[in-house]
């Protein structure tokens, strides 16, 4: 019902950087917590960062090399990453959950992209 379509993915060199961009619609962004998650080859998907409906809170699980940060005019999330490892290789997803009265969660989410594939690699 309500499409969230990332883009940005591709190849890059290890230590290169990459920004992934969600775009959403069909549903008021802006009541939406927002998270990235990424599933590697073989492995389950795990979580990688999220961000409060308002902007004011994010949570990562890694941070220092990623950045999630979003854009409510644009009813977009992105997330920044910098330094890319190889085992940063994985497909990534965006994922919302309605956000507003509940706290900064990265579980049960209502809606999934279909994601984008980061590969690092030389």
């Known amino acids: 019902q309500v499409p969230l379509v990332e883009s940005g993915g591709g190849l890059v060199q290890p230590g290169g950087s990459l920004r992934l961009s969600c775009a959403a619609s069909g549903l008021t962004f802006s009541t939406y917590d927002m998270d990235w998650f990424r599933q590697a080859p073989g492995r389950e998907r795990e979580f990688v960062a999220a961000?409060?409906?308002?902007?004011?809170n994010t949570y990562y699980e890694e941070s220092g090399r990623f950045t999630i940060s979003r854009d409510n005019a644009k009813s977009t999330v992105y997330l920044q990453m910098n330094n890319l490892k190889p085992e940063d290789t994985a497909v990534y997803y965006c994922?919302?959950?309605?956000?507003?009265?509940?706290?900064?969660?990265?579980?049960?989410?209502?809606?999934w992209g279909k994601g984008t594939l980061v590969t690092v690699s030389s």
């Open positions: 961000i409060k409906w308002h902007g004011r």
């Open positions: 994922a919302a959950r309605y956000g507003v009265g509940a706290p900064l969660q990265w579980k049960d989410m209502d809606y």
